[in-house]
Nanobody, 122 residues
């Protein structure tokens, strides 16, 4: 049974940093790309990071995705948090094996975690 469980969200002050975790089970992380998405109130879900076999760390602006194969965990680090980063953050297992042009497409994901809420506020 495929499971993805996110954790690490919470209330953070602007300018702070945060690391989210996603523990994967029921499949091999070598066989699928795993992506991070976020969804702010009233907005569409958007991709922020993707890691897969051969891509152990991915940096996109203030977002860094990484994976720990021993712990079966994927991480998302966000630095210099801004109020517009307030959102529910989800990890998802992709249909494909490696990250590519569709890594930011929610329709390319097969399984989702429940999400973890990040609130950036002073």
């Amino acid at each position: 049974q495929v499971q993805l469980v996110e954790s690490g969200g919470g209330l953070v002050q602007p300018g702070g940093d945060l690391r989210l975790s996603c523990v994967a089970s029921g499949f091999s992380m070598d066989d699928y790309a795993i992506a991070w998405f976020r969804q702010a109130p009233g907005k569409e879900r958007e991709g922020v990071s993707c890691v897969s076999r051969g891509i152990r760390s991915s940096v996109k602006g203030r977002f860094t995705g990484s994976r720990d194969d021993v712990e079966n965990t994927v991480y998302l680090e966000i630095v210099n948090l801004k109020s517009e980063d307030t959102a529910v953050y989800y990890c998802a297992r992709a249909l494909m094996r490696v990250c590519g042009n569709s890594a930011g497409d929610p329709n390319a994901m097969e399984y989702w975690g429940e999400g973890t809420l990040v609130t950036v506020s002073s």
